[in-house]
């Protein structure tokens, strides 16, 4: 199982950024996944994921502003974000775990790399 994450960046606020995240070694559309995110001094939180069943959350934080979308085509997951703001910035990561039916950090075993996203004016 491998992911990699890409796709951040320095953005002001209000901006706009997609992350994607290219897997290999299972079959997508059999396993949860998702983007999860660390500020520094923090814990690490589920920003949005989607489950095996096609289910999606989302943190109430980034309802409205951030869409997760999957491409079992393309074996990739995006994350969307529109209207950034400073306390969005964080590194962010994509993992995935078949069994997983919660966006918690500890339900999903296997990460990819993250990627920084930094909201700043």
């Known amino acids: 199982v491998q992911l990699q994450a890409s796709g951040g960046g320095l953005v002001q606020p209000g901006g706009s950024l997609r992350l994607s995240c290219a897997t290999s070694g299972f079959p997508l559309d059999d396993y949860a996944i998702g983007w999860f995110r660390q500020a520094p001094g923090k814990d690490p939180e589920g920003v949005s994921c989607i489950y095996y069943d096609e289910n999606v959350y989302y943190k109430d934080s980034v309802k409205g502003r951030f869409t997760i979308s999957r491409d079992n085509a393309k074996n990739t997951i995006y994350l969307e974000m529109n209207s950034l703001k400073p306390e969005d910035s964080a590194v962010y990561y994509c993992?995935?775990?078949?069994?997983?039916?919660?966006?918690?950090?500890?339900?999903?075993?296997?990460w990819g790399q993250g990627t920084q996203v930094t909201v700043s004016s």
């Open positions: 993992a995935t775990d078949q069994r997983a039916m919660m966006c918690h950090p500890k339900r999903y075993n296997y």
